[in-house]
């Protein structure tokens, strides 16, 4: 059974700094593309951030410049390091994996399931 849990999360100051891994049992994360996606209160959920099985990111405008993602084929774990945080990135993040197989790009548009239980993170002074 695919599934994929989420940590990390906290209360952190503006301009503060989490890095939110994401890991993955039941399957070979490797083979997929992993994507981060967070949710705030009265919102829709939109994505965040996507790595492609090789490798390749992308992100939101909104990120972009402040959070990189990475994967540790090791350790069967996504990351998302999250720097410069704003109040306005308070939400639940989420990730999820993509069966898309290709390696060289990665969008946030594709299909993805398996999504975890999310991780609430708080940005606030």
């Known amino acids: 059974q695919l599934q994929l849990v989420e940590s990390g999360g906290g209360l952190v100051q503006p301009g503060g700094s989490l890095k939110l891994p994401c890991a993955a049992s039941g399957f070979t994360l490797s083979y997929y593309a992993i994507g981060w996606f967070r949710q705030a209160p009265g919102k829709e959920r939109e994505g965040v951030s996507c790595?492609?099985?090789?490798?390749?990111?992308s992100y939101a405008d909104s990120v972009k410049g402040r959070f990189i993602i990475s994967r540790d084929n090791a350790k069967n774990t996504v990351y998302l390091q999250m720097n410069s945080l704003k109040p306005e990135d308070t939400a639940i993040y989420y990730c999820?994996?993509?069966?898309?197989?290709?390696?060289?790009?990665?969008?946030?548009?594709?299909?993805?399931?398996?999504w975890g239980q999310g991780t609430q993170v708080t940005v606030s002074s």
């Open positions: 790595i492609s099985s090789g490798g390749s990111t």
């Open positions: 999820a994996a993509s069966r898309n197989t290709v390696r060289t790009m990665c969008a946030l548009g594709w299909s993805f399931g398996s």
